[in-house]
């Protein structure tokens, strides 16, 4: 197994982390190559959680529905692994391949290409970061391409962890900072914003609610929670102008004695209080004589850390069939238990066997005959939501719907299909740090109005809804269609054409004279043609991954 | 009807024929009769001022003047229209319309964490709560009083958050086609109100794109592609409204716009005023942040309080001169309020013990004060009102019975306000 895994982006800013930090949107260090490792063989896995979705299902008397049809299954894969839509090249190539393991190797491409890495770092740098906060103020996003890194490289998923939450380069100008930086205010590092989200996005648990007050049934008390802050109290930038963060005594001139803070202010019968560092459930002190984060760390994402591995392995299923085996995806507790224990178990076990390898689950669950559903219900199994009888309809998240516009409208169906994948156009990563705009633009106005982040919730509104229909951005003309033929033999080729591109599926018979009504007789085709596209890009179908 | 029947068909009729019928609308009466006897008079919508973060009950509405420097805090209190009843000073143009307001000081209610008592304060039931999503009241008056064929959203919001929209938005169980449209910015016009292409035209076009959405709907049972087609079929009826002019406050002469202050939470209410001018049922005018834990958020409430004496002063002078104050109810209100103790960083934090809230205009009798503190505004002496009991007053003054019960997706009906909750009958008195 191939295990040199070279980041060129730590390189880059190692080199940051010596020099005083100096931003500079334009430089760009290419290091060598990152090595991808060949997969680990997924098959025992699959067989594993087909074996307990088959179960749970069989128990509840619950029939799963039908295998997902090709161009259901390529969209789908291409949404979740990717965050685009498939080129008409990739759609056509897909439809038309008779080979058995075509859906194997479809998997396989997706999650070798840039566009996994990319659409993983999107979706972890929203979770971290969420679009609320303003990115930084030069103007670019230097943590997506971070993360879309270490999901190219395969960074074990422990040491991802690690390099957030140990983090001593500078807040503002290091990617690794993100993590700091969106739990802290302009001044202050804020330690009880740090450990409600390490409770959240690491954890899997929601002590945030211990904040204020002993929920009378929840496990974690107020001193849980801010004891889990208190391993954040030391942390602090080294001056005003340099956010490189260190650890350092509450005083002046003292030694590195027991860190503690004092419950604060509003924050229920615990306030004025002051507590000791600790880690969530574990009695025993840390050591307080040497740095506490690296501590934290190795605890966090230790093997024996029966929450890491399964808040991780809850996200990724959650994040693939719409909903986790515990939901909310952050609330672990023995009070609210998964759908599929045994399964969650299973993946949890797996992912730590496999040093925390995040494209092995995916893979497997990818491949499972639960993620293979046809999301179309049967009358049988309409109401289930638990067992993953079929999959779930979700909506495109801003990010992704604006990948899904260009790439509609950037089509260029002229291109003779490759047998094999097609590239991504524009990968983002290897260090580059991405402009923001207009994206953050996009993003910013499709979030405002997004139900958090559920992906069940179509969470769009009207305002919403009209800048889709009749902005001049995406109402400009796309220009393959000037490349289709408007004489009335190929008017139904043209059709279809403009139907592959926009919703990666041949449309049938109905929907061919349903569309062409719109043609029609008209004098001017090509108009016509844009309002095929208008029609299909605005349906329900256009942003939703079935 | 078929497509090329439509095409026949000029846009108005296609219009009318299509909103009922191709675009799939449940035309229907609008509000069933209440089970009890509505009361003489209600109101027919309703405008909420929501103060987010939760302001401070003793540096608005319920100041103790006589309290030491620790509960007082650094701001006076005046008198108002009202014999014995003192604001705040920041209040002047409220102070002298005190007889149109009906005080609550005696809110106590049991969450003091923002996002539960956003919550809590806008549905009526706490978050979780037996397994559902309750919907806000914008979509409960939505749902209940507004017009599902109306040609402009029933619900609107504006304004700005700390957070996200969800709690003042969601819908709940009375699902996507009582959600609100979030229109941030009221000095804006809407944008992209006019199609790319001629309106014949669109028209064919959205004509076929809501027959493959229902094809689509019938195959894929799923709440989001539910919503998106209740969001594309009200887009395409506010396109085609001329009422969506009340959107643009361009439209306002500048006199009357200059008295809702040079704020976005007076632009807001103007637009709100417009909004219910022209039928919408319910708007959220939102302003922040009041979450005054420290001494600079304190300093800029400041320029809150401002806002609000000016914004709602005016806003109430100009339903009235209008006709529509008795019809419009309007609500006044934070998720909680603030410790009476100033606290070591020159602020407040979150209280829910006791609290204030205001209500104006349809339904409720002005120029009283319902409930009483303590000397330090510590406790409720006089006529607690809990969330429940606000609700049904709210519900009361808009002519909905709060205890009609709903049904629910899961097949279970829930009343309209949680059981217990009785209408504040002085309110009306």
């Known amino acids: 197994m191939i295990r040199v895994v070279l980041l060129i982006s730590l390189v880059a800013s190692s080199a940051v982390a010596a020099d005083p930090p100096k931003p500079d949107k334009n430089k760009f260090v290419k290091g060598p190559a990152i090595v991808q490792r060949p997969p680990r063989d997924p098959l025992p896995l699959v067989a594993a959680i087909d074996r307990e979705w088959l179960r749970a299902l069989e128990a509840a008397g619950v029939p799963a529905s039908p295998e997902a049809d090709d161009a259901e299954f390529l969209r789908r894969a291409c949404l979740d692994l990717s965050g685009v839509v498939p080129t008409y090249q990739q759609a056509i190539a897909f439809l038309d391949d008779d080979a058995p393991d075509k859906r194997r190797r479809l998997i396989d491409e997706l999650l070798a290409g840039r566009g996994y890495a990319q659409h993983f770092g999107r979706t972890w740098r929203r979770l971290i970061w969420p679009p609320d906060y303003t990115m930084a103020k030069s103007g670019v996003d230097r943590v997506t391409p971070w993360l879309a890194d270490q999901f190219y490289a395969e960074r074990p998923w422990n040491e991802l962890v690690t390099d957030l939450l140990t983090v001593e380069a500078s807040m503002t100008h290091d990617p690794r900072g993100a993590f700091f930086a969106a739990n802290s205010d302009a001044t202050t590092i804020q330690p009880n914003r740090l450990a409600d989200a390490t409770g959240r996005l690491f954890l899997g648990v929601q002590i945030g609610c211990a904040e204020c007050h002993n929920h009378p049934f929840a496990r974690w008390k107020q001193e849980d929670f801010w004891g889990l802050a208190a391993c954040f109290s030391r942390v602090r930038k080294v001056s005003k102008s340099d956010a490189s963060l260190t650890e350092s005594p509450e005083s002046p001139g003292g030694g590195l004695g027991e860190a503690t803070i004092t419950v604060a202010d509003g924050s229920g019968k615990a306030a004025g209080t002051v507590v000791p560092a600790r880690f969530l459930g574990v009695a025993a002190a840390p050591r307080f004589d040497r740095p506490l984060r690296p501590q934290l760390a190795e605890w966090i994402t230790s093997q024996d850390n029966s929450y890491f591995a399964r808040a991780m392995v809850n996200r990724l299923w959650a994040h693939l069939l719409g909903r986790g085996l515990v939901n909310p995806v952050d609330d672990l507790r023995e009070e609210n238990p998964p759908s599929h224990p045994e399964l969650l178990d299973r993946l949890a076990a797996e992912f730590v066997a496999s040093d925390f390898d995040v494209k092995h689950i995916v893979r497997a669950v990818c491949l499972s005959r639960a993620y293979g559903r046809t999301s179309r219900p049967l009358p049988e199994n309409v109401a289930d939501v638990n067992y993953f009888s079929h999959t779930a309809v979700k909506v495109m998240n801003p990010d992704v719907l604006y990948d899904a516009l260009h790439t509609v409208i950037n089509a260029d169906p002229r291109v003779r299909p490759p047998m094999k994948g097609v590239k991504p156009t524009k990968p983002i990563g290897r260090g580059k740090p991405v402009e923001v705009e207009p994206r953050d633009a996009f993003v910013r106005f499709f979030s405002r109005a997004a139900l958090g982040d559920d992906p069940l919730q179509y969470g769009y509104g009207v305002p919403q809804m009209l800048q889709l229909l009749n902005g001049v951005q995406w109402n400009g003309g796309a220009p393959f269609l000037e490349d289709l033929s408007t004489t009335p033999a190929e008017r139904r080729a043209a059709i279809e054409t403009i139907h592959v591109v926009a919703l990666s599926r041949r449309p049938t018979d109905a929907e061919v004279a349903e569309l062409l009504t719109l043609v029609g007789d008209s004098a001017d085709p090509r108009e016509a043609y844009a309002g095929v596209l208008w029609v299909l890009v605005n349906g329900a179908e256009f942003v939703v991954n079935r | ?429």
């Open chain 2, 1 to 429: 009807m078929n497509v090329a029947a439509q095409l026949k068909l000029g846009r108005r009729t296609w219009l009318q024929a299509s909103l009922g019928g191709v675009l799939g609308l449940a035309v229907k009466s609008s509000s069933a009769a209440p089970s009890q006897p509505a009361p003489l008079r209600t109101a027919k919508r309703c405008i909420v001022l929501w103060m987010d973060g939760g302001p401070s009950q003793l540096d608005t509405f319920d100041p103790k003047p006589e309290a030491g420097s620790n509960v007082r805090g650094e701001l006076d209190a005046i008198d108002t229209a009202l014999p014995g009843v003192q604001f705040c000073e920041k209040f002047p143009q409220l102070a002298r319309r005190a007889n149109r307001l009906a005080l609550l000081r005696g809110m106590s209610t049991d969450e003091a964490d923002h996002g539960r008592a956003r919550t809590y304060m806008h549905t009526g039931y706490k978050p979780g709560q037996g397994g559902l999503s309750y919907p806000v009241l914008g979509a409960v008056v939505s749902a209940e009083l507004g017009r599902s064929d109306a040609a402009l959203p029933n619900f609107v919001v504006t304004g700005s958050t700390l957070n996200k929209y969800d709690f003042v938005t969601d819908p709940g169980f009375r699902g996507p086609r009582n959600g609100a449209l979030v229109h941030d910015y009221a000095d804006r016009p809407l944008e992209n109100l006019q199609a790319a292409a001629s309106a014949d035209e669109f028209a064919r076009r959205a004509a076929v794109l809501a027959q493959r959405n229902a094809e689509f709907a019938a195959r894929y049972h799923a709440p989001p592609v539910e919503a998106q087609r209740a969001v594309f079929e009200q887009s395409v009826r506010l396109m085609q409204a001329d009422a969506a002019r009340a959107f643009d406050l361009s439209h306002e002469p500048a006199k009357s716009a200059a008295a809702y202050g040079d704020h976005p939470f007076g632009r807001g209410c103007l637009l709100a005023r417009r909004l219910v001018e022209v039928g919408v049922s319910f708007v959220e005018v939102s302003l922040g942040n009041w979450d005054t834990h420290e001494k600079n958020v304190v300093e800029g409430a400041l320029a809150l309080m401002a806002a609000v004496d000016a914004g709602f002063a005016t806003l109430l002078d100009d339903l009235a001169d209008r006709g529509l104050l008795d019809e419009t109810l309007i609500v006044w209100m934070g998720e909680f309020g603030r410790t009476p103790t100033v606290n070591r960083n020159g602020g407040r934090d979150h209280y829910a013990k006791a609290w204030t809230t205001v209500l104006a205009g349809g339904g409720v009798r002005g120029g009283q004060v319902i409930g009483r503190t303590d000397a330090t505004g510590a406790a409720v002496l006089e006529r607690p009102t809990n969330v429940r009991d606000f609700q049904a007053t709210l519900c009361r003054a808009l002519g909905i019975d709060p205890q009609k019960k709903i049904m629910t997706p899961i097949g279970r009906e829930v009343p309209i306000v949680d059981v217990g909750g009785m209408p504040i009958a002085e309110v009306f008195g």
